[in-house]
């Protein structure tokens, strides 16, 4: 009895000592075979009347042979990929069943009976297998003892096997969250793809071997265009739903050799491996070929139409690592931002000097909008009928001390690409209502007020609660200001700019269709948005005079304003040519140099004086 109590002693010492092994194997992170291959060595140490065996289970439900130190090779070689089902020998029936199977006697049992051929060979005469599961029903692997006589288990096996199972089941999950911290650490969460972790190695390998061959390689930055407003307007889920699909239809166009990454938001890197720039470029036609059709939309009817703007650059010309290729790339995406999206560019260092000097302006600006160094320049507005001052424009006017004088053409492309566009078009509201107030307080009456305003602001920030701020603060009417706004702000029919142009006009505040005529041939709008004025680009007005194209398209316009109930002010009138045939066709206003200048506001009052006097 004593003898008895002693054996069963150290038998559980030493399965304690295989579970330490074990363990600490687990600990110390070394591969999930050769953990298995420590506990099937340790086992048939302790048991050698055993052969002991792990098979993994896959999602699929199919066997892969993962320790088997024992076991001979052509036996364990050949269930690789079987499937697991209600009769397919121990493992493949106790992962069916997760349940233990015990069969003592392999030439008889049913459950062998397409494996004995296979068994019988090689001594395996009977099999104890245990399911391995994770969580409550999930099958990931099978523990396995193989007896060489027909047999069952002894006691002292039953307490090694369900030692080992625990010890199996610690190793496979932290083998899974070992996968799952490698899968976040180099893969995308949204859409699978590799992130830039990844993408770095990848194109570390790839850009050596590119090296050693001299064979080329390239890199294509795809920014989706307009993406910010799917999620602005349809929520992050639906963003995300349509990241999903997009990456899945650029992965479908290109090369298993090629590599396509997500370095977030809505950015996209394809690297290709042996690829010219010029091939390259079809590759980038293919990709956005890829997006033409139209992303249908999980649980609804609805589709989005994406597109994307690409940069093309190529190693080594364009840059000899991952961060120079990444920078060149960004500059190319970038021009074909500019160039109007939907399209692809190469990368010419040209436009490095182009992003330099748009960078200083961009800095220069800043400093100029914090120090107060900017100004604004105001431009009457005169009724047609009777040459009455009707109201002024504010236009911005900055004197830089190294640059001059910089058109608004140059400083407001840049402001409105860097985003700083708000807080100068603000900045301007601001102002020049402050500057009316000013004028009043003066006796100077100024009868209106038109300030423009950026697309971008309408869907950053909420410029009606400001504009209905500053008209309370500074006791203006609402019909004192007019804002005036791009056709482009008009074609766009997503929610926020449409309610705050609602507001406006609610408010009674303005809104003049700024350069009309210039951009878009739809009018549809007209009729549903609430517009108040039209202003006749100056394109049309410079050759009024001279050419009957220009006269006949200002009188549509001036026709189309008159026939919705709008304002029509002309733009940039020079002659008095141009203000008489303006003037026959029913054009309400006009602006320009014949009449005045953009002029300081200290100069207004002298100007209205010998305007009236004229
Ligand atoms: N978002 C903002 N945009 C602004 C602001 N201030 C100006 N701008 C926009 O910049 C563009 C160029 O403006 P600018 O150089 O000031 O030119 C204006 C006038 O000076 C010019 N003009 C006026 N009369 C004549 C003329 O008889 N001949 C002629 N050749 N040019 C003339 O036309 C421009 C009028 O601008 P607009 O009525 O707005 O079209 C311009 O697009 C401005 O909108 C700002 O604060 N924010």
Redesign the pocket.
């Known amino acids: 009895m004593r003898e008895q109590h002693a054996t069963r002693t150290d038998e559980q010492a030493s399965i304690d000592h295989l579970q330490r092994d074990v363990l600490e194997a687990v600990a110390l992170g070394r591969p999930l075979a050769a953990v298995m291959d420590l506990l099937c060595r340790g086992v048939e140490a302790l048991a050698p009347e055993v052969i002991c065996s792990v098979l993994s289970v896959d999602e699929e439900g199919r066997v892969h042979p993962l320790a088997a130190p024992s076991l001979p090779t052509s036996f364990s070689g050949a269930l690789e990929g079987f499937s697991i089902g209600p009769q397919a020998g121990s493992c493949g029936t106790a992962a069916w069943r997760r349940q233990p199977v015990e069969v003592t006697d392999i030439a008889s049992d049913p459950l062998w009976a397409d494996f004995r051929d296979l068994a019988l060979p090689h001594g395996l005469a009977a099999c104890w297998s245990t399911p391995i599961l994770l969580g409550a029903d999930q099958v990931v692997a099978t523990f396995a003892l193989y007896y060489r006589e027909p047999r069952g288990a002894a006691p002292f096996h039953r307490r090694m096997v369900q030692a080992c199972a625990q010890l199996c089941q610690i190793a496979f999950m932290h083998d899974r969250h070992q996968r799952e911290i490698e899968r976040l650490a180099y893969f995308d969460g949204v859409t699978g793809l590799p992130n830039r972790t990844l993408l770095a190695d990848r194109a570390r390998q790839a850009l050596l071997l590119a090296l050693r061959t001299e064979s080329p390689a390239a890199l294509l930055l795809l920014d989706i265009d307009r993406f910010k407003t799917v999620n602005d307007s349809l929520g992050h889920a639906v963003g995300d739903q349509v990241l999903k699909h997009i990456s899945r239809r650029l992965s479908g166009a290109l090369r298993d050799s090629d590599t396509l990454a997500r370095l977030g938001g809505d950015e996209f890197v394809a690297l290709l491996p042996g690829c010219t720039v010029e091939d390259a470029m079809h590759v980038a036609d293919k990709l956005r070929q890829a997006l033409e059709a139209p992303i249908p939309l999980d649980g609804s009817h609805a589709r989005v139409q994406m597109t994307a703007s690409i940069g093309v650059c190529g190693f080594p010309k364009d840059g000899q690592d991952l961060d120079q290729l990444l920078k060149n790339a960004d500059i190319a995406m970038y021009e074909a931002k500019r160039a109007g999206r939907d399209c692809a560019r190469f990368f010419l260092h040209a436009m490095n000097q182009a992003l330099d000097e748009r960078l200083d302006i961009e800095a220069a600006l800043r400093h100029a909008l914090s120090n107060q160094l900017l100004q604004?320049?105001f431009?009457p507005k005169i009724r047609l009928s009777d040459r009455r001052l009707v109201g002024v424009?504010?236009?911005?006017?900055w004197h830089d001390a190294e640059r001059g004088w910089v058109?608004?053409?140059r400083f407001?492309p840049v402001?409105?690409e860097s985003g700083l566009?708000n807080a100068?078009?603000a900045w301007?509201l601001e102002q020049s209502c402050a500057q009316l107030a000013r004028w009043r307080a003066q006796g100077v009456e100024v009868p209106g007020l038109?300030?423009?305003?950026?697309p971008q602001?309408f869907h950053q920030d909420d410029v009606a609660a400001h504009a209905r701020a500053l008209l309370a603060r500074h006791g203006l009417a609402a019909s004192d200001l007019t804002l005036?706004v791009t056709e482009r702000l008009m074609l766009d029919d997503t929610s926020r700019p449409r309610a705050q142009l609602q507001q406006l006009h609610e408010m009674g505040v303005g809104v003049s269709v700024?350069?009309f005529g210039t951009g878009y041939s739809s009018l549809s709008y007209l009729k549903r948005l609430p517009v108040t004025e039209l202003?006749l680009?100056?394109s049309f007005?410079?050759e009024l005079e001279q050419d009957a194209d220009d006269r006949a398209l200002s009188s549509a316009v001036i026709g189309i304003g008159r026939s919705l109930g709008l304002t029509v002010v002309a733009?940039?009138?020079?002659t008095a040519g141009q203000r008489d045939l303006l003037l026959k066709m029913g054009c309400d206003a006009a602006?320009?140099?014949?009449f005045g200048?953009?002029m300081a506001p200290e100069a207004l009052p002298a100007w209205m004086a010998t305007h009236d006097a004229a």
């Open positions: 604004l320049h431009q424009e504010a236009l911005l006017r058109p608004p053409d407001i402001a409105e566009i100068l078009d301007v038109s300030v423009n305003v950026s602001r005036e700024d350069d202003k680009d100056k007005v410079r733009e940039g009138v020079e602006q320009g140099w014949l200048r953009p």
